[in-house]
């Protein structure tokens, strides 16, 4: 749980940087604004796919996210 805790906290801090609102956020990667809360709290992780553009969107480092997810 504490990866996951780690790589939400990153997802929040990195959106914040950004300016990007949860809906704004949610409309550029395809996905409802509840998953983009879910991937926030640390409640669910984001599949792969979504991680990998996830990263691409907020210039996140996508080696370095997905290690935060143990994969």
Known sequence: MARTKSLSKQIREARDVKGFTVAQLAERLGVS??????WESGRVRPRDTNLTALCK???MPIRETMALTGR
């Open 33 to 38: 604004q509840v998953s983009i809360y879910y």
């Open 57 to 59: 969107a907020l210039k």
